[in-house]
T-cell receptor
Framework: AQTVTQSQPEMSVQEAETVTLSCTYD???????LFWYKQPPSRQMILVIRQEAYKQQNATENRFSVNFQKAAKSFSLKISDSQLGDAAMYFC?????????????FGTGTRLKVLA | DSGVTQTPKHLITATGQRVTLRCSPRSGDLSVYWYQQSLDQGLQFLIQ???????AKGNILERFSAQQFPDLHSELNLSSLELGDSALYFCASSVGQGIQETQYFGPGTRLLVL
């Protein structure tokens, strides 16, 4: 069975600095998708960034980028120029599509604190 | 505002009871997902419907059931409730296929079982 592990329950970063959140996963499938979601105090889930496994190029969305290492099954999120509004829970998620069904598996999350 | 609505926002009930959570997807979205988020935990995928048909099943208990109606709204029924069922229940609707599929989450229903 697929699993997603986020080993950092909590991280802190100084405003304007860079922080990297870790995520590892386990799967025997070769084609899958990876995501980072942000959950602010409002509890709304917001998609931050996504990556397709067969693409070697790391995804980037403005200040957010990933370091995707397929062989190591690692998918870390880098937040540059951290802002107070980045404070939230961040969830790594895995999705595969066996037989056209979509199943998402989420990690347990990393709480990011941004210090002014 | 994602465009996905969930009612009620909060629900307090007793053990052994049954409740129904409702989700209205964004206009035009055919797919609806249900998730459970227990305190300080990640989201557990429960079930997915696509255009009225069950498409994928996660770790959904037999006491839980769901359906998607012709107007595409979905309901999650939780019965014989236990204390451990207290959680935030999210619904998400999605558009697109493959990597382009984007899930839009509702605000959640917070269920407290006493």
């Amino acid at each position: 069975a697929q699993t997603v592990t986020q080993s950092q329950p909590e991280m802190s970063v100084q405003e304007a600095e860079t922080v990297t959140l870790s995520c590892t996963y386990d799967t025997s499938e070769s084609d899958y998708y990876l995501f980072w979601y942000k959950q602010p105090p409002s509890r709304q889930m917001i998609l931050v960034i996504r990556q397709e496994a067969y693409k070697q190029q790391n995804a980037t969305e403005n200040r957010f980028s990933v370091n995707f290492q397929k062989a190591a099954k690692s998918f870390s999120l880098k937040i540059s120029d951290s802002q107070l509004g980045d404070a939230a829970m961040y969830f790594c998620a895995y999705r595969s599509d066996p037989s056209g069904t979509y199943k998402y598996i989420f990690g347990t999350g990393t709480r990011l604190k941004v210090l002014a | 505002d994602s465009g996905v609505t969930q009612t009620p926002k909060h629900l307090i009930t007793a053990t052994g009871q049954r409740v129904t959570l409702r989700c209205s997807p964004r206009s035009g979205d055919l797919s609806v997902y249900w998730y459970q988020q227990s305190l300080d935990q990640g989201l557990q995928f429960l079930i997915q419907y696509y255009n009225g048909e069950e498409r994928a099943k996660g770790n959904i208990l037999e006491r839980f059931s769901a359906q998607q109606f012709p107007d595409l709204h979905s309901e999650l029924n939780l019965s014989s409730l236990e204390l451990g069922d207290s959680a935030l229940y999210f619904c998400a609707s999605s558009v697109g296929q493959g990597i382009q599929e984007t899930q839009y989450f509702g605000p959640g229903t917070r269920l407290l079982v006493l």
